[in-house]
């Protein structure tokens, strides 16, 4: 089999998230601007009136309604190796216990294993700190994201990731340059999302509506975008806890489906001091309406258990996706991009940023500092990345991911000039 069709046949066999094509995005706006224009005359306007109504209507009609109280708790936390990666990390795992309540009705997470709560590894560098971390959830499993043996699950002898996986999604699908990130002074924790809520129909639905027992409305029922985007936070419950860890940087990171739970967990969590949502597509930063690439039905039919029934395309009632994007307003954001991942649809990405800027510039921000896709600008709180090439997570992709960090969470300030505050951190 030639190489393109090798290529063709395995996105096809890994993955329906994606769709091979070569078409490529316009790098300069090309669709309707987002709507409804979001024109606030200061930050307590938007505080008081927008952010509630956009928190409201995404609940309503796209992710569900989320807990209306949440009780966490560390079960057990031990290290698990103090030389990791070459002598520069210390690897350590937690069991996080969660519950959401709705209705006043409570429940806890459960994992695959039976037991209470859902684990999470945590990859720092050597020192006291306190360094910004990056919260992943990934594709693979934690022991392929942190690959260490002792990390729980983790076969042995452990075998690193590759072959048709990463050939078709790149070098970093599972695992980041974790030496890299490490030397440039940054965390790693890390929770495998299929361990407490299976991304799958049947099951996944089954959990979704065993966590939200007292939720009666099926059609506003969350879906795993937000009950992943929830977890992000219940990982911060426990990082948060830890000295060497900086409260103050603390940056979710996704690709694809988990760059959607990204977006959701820092737009209703003020906590999350940045995101980085690398190819997010639909219901992530693309805009529902004008939609190139992967439509919503398309989504809602292959992923029911993603997003709650009201999301249709005959339901896009006074929202859009800038929305979720300016309730991260003025905390840094990075949108990641492939000019040829035309299903994911990068310029309506764009366009939901510059739908979003106003609400930026009301807190002082810069916002988005581009008029096209491209040149990229780390420095600016909406960063908009675009690179050649498809959907996946390659070798360019995370020296762009780094700028950005360095730009605006530089743990040294000694070794990087100082760190670029953002508007609204002291």
Known sequence: MSRPLALIAAMLAISGCVEATIAWTDLRPDGVAAAPALDYQSVTDWEREGAPAARRALQRFEYGAMPEKTSSRVI?????????????????????????????????????????????????????????????????PRWSTIPDEAVTGAPRPLKKRGGIETYVFGRYICSPPIETILDAGYAIATVFPNEFLPDSREEG???????????????????????WGWAFSRMIDALEQDPRLDRTAMIVWGHSRYAKSALVAAA???????????????????LNRDKKGESIAGIAKSYPHWFARAYREDNLN?????????????????????????????????????????????????????????????TAEIAFWIRPGTHGVVKEDWPAFLDFLNAHFAPEDEKRGGRLISAGQE
């Open 318 to 378: 006074g929202y859009d996706q800038h929305m979720l994007l300016a309730l991260i307003a003025p905390r840094p954001a990075l949108l990641g991009n492939a000019r040829r991942d035309v299903w994911s649809d990068p310029n309506g990405a764009f366009r939901a940023a510059m739908g979003a800027d106003g609400v930026y510039q009301l807190y002082g921000a810069r916002g988005l500092d581009q008029t096209a896709l491209k040149p990229y600008d780390p």
């Open 76 to 140: 057990d936390r031990k290290t698990l190796n103090g030389e990791a990666f070459g002598g520069r990390g210390l690897v350590e795992e937690y069991r996080i216990g969660a519950s959401a309540a709705f209705g006043g009705v409570e429940v806890e997470t459960k994992s695959e294993d039976g037991e209470a709560g859902f684990i999470m590894d945590v990859v720092s560098p050597k020192g006291e700190g306190p360094f910004p971390v990056i919260l992943m959830q990934t594709f693979c």
């Open 205 to 227: 639905i089954a959990e979704l509506k065993r966590l939200s027992a007292g939720h009666a409305d099926d059609e506003t029922r969350w879906g795993a975008i937000g009950a």
């Open 268 to 286: 209703f969590d003020p906590r999350i001091d940045g995101v980085i949502a690398h190819q997010s597509g639909t219901g992530g930063a693309s």
